[in-house]
């Protein structure tokens, strides 16, 4: 891959360096994290409903990002930029994933999120980028598949681009998921 590849490990949270960039894996709230944007699965109609996007919802500050997003529904797939409202980061990113059902589909789909999410970033001048697992929880998609096509994807596009995007942030909220993502990035750089 021509990057040297470092990797620290401490208590819930694993950094991956490739040259002068940063994957970092950890455990817990993608809330918590300092990047400059967030990404939330969402279905197509972006209801804030449930799950992560509720409470992004909640903690951005509810009905003003209910105003911002598209009226009409959007394909999977898609990302779609709205304010950060009262989050610390700037930006909340939805990514269209959530009802999905197929997991060709869906693996797909994670891989458009996941370049389409980096590519608002670069065009933002963003620094930092956090991803919470994306999937459908519905259709009950195994770890390892998420994992795999998200990391795959974010180190292929660092390895094809120049980009000022110096960090990503993986959150998973339950330790399945943690050691799933850990275990995939030692798969790719240490096997």
Do not use: W
């Not at 999937?135 to 795959?152: I, W």
């Not at 399945?176 to 993502?181: E, I, N, S």
């Amino acid at each position: 891959m021509g990057l040297p590849v470092k990797i620290t490990e401490r208590d819930n949270s694993l950094s991956l360096f490739i040259g002068d960039r940063k994957f970092n894996v950890f455990q817990g709230d993608v809330l918590d994290l300092p990047a400059e944007a967030i990404v939330c699965p969402v279905g197509p109609e972006m209801d804030f409903k449930s799950g992560l996007a509720r409470i992004v919802c909640q903690a951005a500050g509810g009905n003003e990002l209910r105003k911002e997003r598209p009226v009409f529904p959007e394909p999977f797939g898609k990302v779609v930029v709205l304010p950060g409202g009262r989050l610390k980061a700037k930006y909340i990113f939805l990514a269209v994933i959530l009802g999905e059902l197929d997991h060709d589909r869906m693996r797909l789909y994670i891989r458009q999120a996941v370049d389409r999410a980096i590519r608002y970033a670069e065009f933002l001048r963003l620094k930092s980028l956090s991803f919470p697992v994306l999937g459908c929880p519905r259709s009950n998609p195994a770890y390892s598949l998420v994992a795999k096509e998200m990391l795959e994807d974010m180190l292929q596009y660092f390895h094809r681009r120049n980009t000022k995007l110096k960090s990503i942030f993986l959150s998973a909220f339950n330790s399945d998921a943690y050691q799933t993502l850990k275990n995939q990035v030692k798969f790719l750089f240490v096997d």
